[in-house]
């Protein structure tokens, strides 16, 4: 059965950090291209950094260019988003996802399988 899970939310102050992680299952991490999303109450989910399963290349949104890395471990058959310089603005549930394309993508119509999401919070 394949399975994404996604760990590593909670509660920070606005300037600190988070780890996010993805761990799957039933799959093959490394043939994947992982993508991680978040949505905002009251917003429509949105595509952030993408980790392509071909060359390791990687993609950004510019709204996180510079805070976010995304990066995958396949011997652990995990993905990972470092978060730094938390804003308020990126507080959301993140999600992760896996597509067959062998491209970067952050377009969720390309990813078919996804995780329950991990609950970020930036707050003071």
């Known amino acids: 059965q394949l399975q994404l899970v996604e760990s590593g939310g909670g509660l920070v102050q606005p300037g600190g950090s988070l780890r996010l992680s993805c761990a799957a299952s039933g799959l093959t991490l490394d043939m994947y291209t992982i993508g991680w999303f978040r949505q905002a109450p009251g917003k429509e989910r949105e595509g952030v950094s993408s980790?392509?399963?071909?060359?390791?290349?990687?993609y950004y949104t510019d709204s996180v260019k510079g805070r976010f890395t995304i990066s995958r471990d396949n011997a652990k058959n995990t993905t990972y988003l470092q978060i730094d310089s938390l804003k308020p603005e990126d507080t959301a549930v993140y999600y992760c996802?896996?597509?067959?394309?062998?491209?970067?993508?952050?377009?969720?119509?390309?990813?078919?399988?996804w995780g329950q999401g991990t609950q970020v919070t930036v707050s003071s």
């Open positions: 996802a896996a597509s067959r394309f062998a491209v970067v993508s952050i377009s969720r119509v390309n990813y078919a399988y």
């Open positions: 980790i392509s399963s071909s060359d390791g290349s990687t």
